[in-house]
């Protein structure tokens, strides 16, 4: 058995890309786990595991629509943050969903206005964060007369 310590995060951490379909077989690598290894874990709505040919399928992209259920399962399973998951097959949890028909179109709107500024504004910080430990790096260099 693998020992899972680590529950993976934002896609294009690491190994991982932004698509549903790369995220899966990229965790599933990193764990040592075989196709077959975790389609005998996600199981469908009736209670029966996936075969692993359906799961190579959804690794190669062939399935991007994936039912609430099996992200859900795919989260269990590979230990990925379900909601990072569900951002990855483009779609939105079904609780935000629900929330979501329960506003006006102008409250959508500007509930899009909100998220979309949190994600640039977490943009801007990851960037100027990664600047600042570049510029403590050619300073580091520089005191130990590696630089000019």
């Known amino acids: 058995m693998v020992e899972r310590t680590q529950t993976a995060g934002w896609p294009g951490e690491g190994r991982f890309t932004d698509d549903f379909a790369s995220m899966i077989r990229a965790r599933r690598k990193e764990l040592g786990l075989t196709q077959g290894q975790v389609a005998a874990q996600i199981r469908i709505e009736e209670g029966r ?6 799961l190579a399928e959804i690794e190669r992209g062939h399935h991007p629509n994936p039912r609430p259920h099996l992200i859900e399962e795919f989260a269990r399973v590979l230990e990925i943050d379900r909601d990072v998951l569900y951002l990855a097959a483009r779609q939105v949890p079904p609780e935000v969903a629900e929330e979501l028909r329960r506003l006006t179109p102008e409250e959508r709107a500007a509930a899009w206005r909100v998220f979309k500024r949190a994600v640039m504004e977490d943009d801007e910080e990851r960037k100027a964060s990664a600047a600042r430990g ?3 790096g050619r ?6 007369g590696g630089g000019a």
């Open 49 to 54: 595991p996936i075969g692993q040919t359906y």
């Open 139 to 144: 300073r580091a260099g520089k005191a130990e």
């Open 134 to 136: 570049k510029t403590k």
